[in-house]
């Protein structure tokens, strides 16, 4: 994965951050089980589209905002630091909208990193801009989640996937 | 002036505050065998203090006692070794304490505990009391595990993800457990020396 594909990638990611993509099947893109996901989307710990009514559509569908967001969820959710509270889950909606403005502006950190640590049972998130930064603070049992790499990994299957789509029905 | 460190002992109380795992939590991993079993009362040194503190640190990461079980000893000597760098780990008679430096102290770790170790453990604590010609390895810094269930160490998080951009591995979570940082924490928070430094009426 050279700079410039992935520029392509993550362009592609971009101009189309809210919209439902065709064959992302959010699940698998983001290496989570699908049941799991089912479990999530139903307890409120995952996004999927919903109606009008708040319910989730009967053919589950994601953006890639949507993805993004499950993919940190599930990072944390993995090593028991999942969001515990409604200024956590607005901490991370919060990121989201700052990496989408990064990769916006052209100035996207693929080093970028979450770390999650817990305090007297409550998850603490931070945001690094790299392990280097992230390493003079790791006195505490720590979960680190490489949210750059990862985005960009996900900007690739998705640029990838869509573009084999266009280039069969074209 | 020669040493004899002997290590302090706690009971599974004492380790329950000092680790925060409850007193059912041991009794259960040690029931399962993850844990080595004990007859009679519980008289844990700073191994296994270190052993317990691993197991409970993975657990409350999410990770199976059955997958922690596989690295915990090894996590504990890194744990124990940097515990055992501190001088508050040391008691004893006060002029001992303010007169030899902390590295004469080590010196009186001698054969019972290592014969505790294995592996690299070994290695690591001879090259500490810098026994000659055992060779050196000192216990890296960072423990690392991956989403995948495998695990590494390195001296730095940082270079270690750097060095591995090819590694599927690094594109998920991990944990990070700075076993410097964390063996001194343990040491501080253990309430009493580690080990007692006493002068050896022999020499």
Redo the contacts between chains.
């Keep these: 994965m050279n700079d410039h594909s992935t520029d392509h990638a993550l362009n592609f990611l971009i101009q189309r951050w809210d919209y439902i993509l065709e064959g992302a099947a959010g699940a698998d893109l983001i290496g989570v089980n699908r049941a799991t996901m089912r479990t999530r989307i139903a307890r409120g710990q995952a996004m999927a589209m919903r109606d009008t009514e708040g319910r989730e559509r009967g053919r589950v569908e994601y953006t890639p905002r949507h993805l993004v967001y499950n993919m940190l969820y599930d990072g944390l959710a993995r090593y028991n630091a999942a969001p515990d509270d409604q200024e956590v889950e607005d901490w991370i909606s919060g990121t989201i909208q700052t990496l989408y403005n990064e990769i916006s502006k052209g100035d996207f950190n693929k080093e970028a990193l979450v770390r999650a640590v817990k305090r007297e049972g409550k998850v603490s998130l931070t945001f690094f801009d790299s392990f280097d930064q992230a390493e003079m603070f790791t006195g505490e049992p720590s979960v680190f989640v490489p949210i750059g790499t990862m985005i960009i990994r996900l900007a690739h299957a998705l640029f990838a996937k869509h573009s084999g789509r266009l280039a069969g029905s074209a | 002036m020669i040493f004899n460190v002997e290590l302090t002992h706690f009971t599974s109380r004492e380790a329950e505050e000092i680790c925060r795992v409850s007193m059912t939590q041991q009794r259960n991993w040690r029931r399962y065998g993850f844990l080595p079993p004990i007859q009679g009362h519980a008289r844990l040194d700073v191994f296994d203090l270190c052993e317990l503190y691993a197991l409970g640190?993975l657990a409350?990461?999410?990770?199976s006692p059955k997958q922690a079980v596989e690295v915990v000893d090894i996590l504990a000597l890194g744990l124990a070794w940097h515990a055992l760098t501190c001088r508050v780990a040391y008691a004893g008679e006060p002029h001992l304490l303010a007169n030899a430096p902390l590295s004469e102290f080590e010196k009186g770790l001698s054969d019972p505990i290592l014969s505790r170790l294995d592996r690299f453990g070994r290695a690591a604590f001879r090259s500490k009391l810098d026994i000659p010609g055992k060779g050196r390895a000192l216990p890296a810094r960072?423990f690392i595990w991956f989403?995948d269930g495998t695990h590494t160490w390195d001296q730095?998080?940082?270079r270690?993800?750097?060095g591995s951009e090819g590694d599927p591995r690094?594109?998920?979570?991990?944990?990070?457990?700075?076993q410097m940082?964390?063996g001194i924490?343990l040491a501080h928070r253990s309430g009493k020396a580690l080990a007692l430094v006493t002068e050896d009426d022999n020499a």
């Design positions: 640190l409350d990461k999410g990770v960072f989403a730095s998080v940082d270690h993800f750097r690094t594109a998920g979570p991990v944990i990070v457990l700075d940082a964390l924490d």
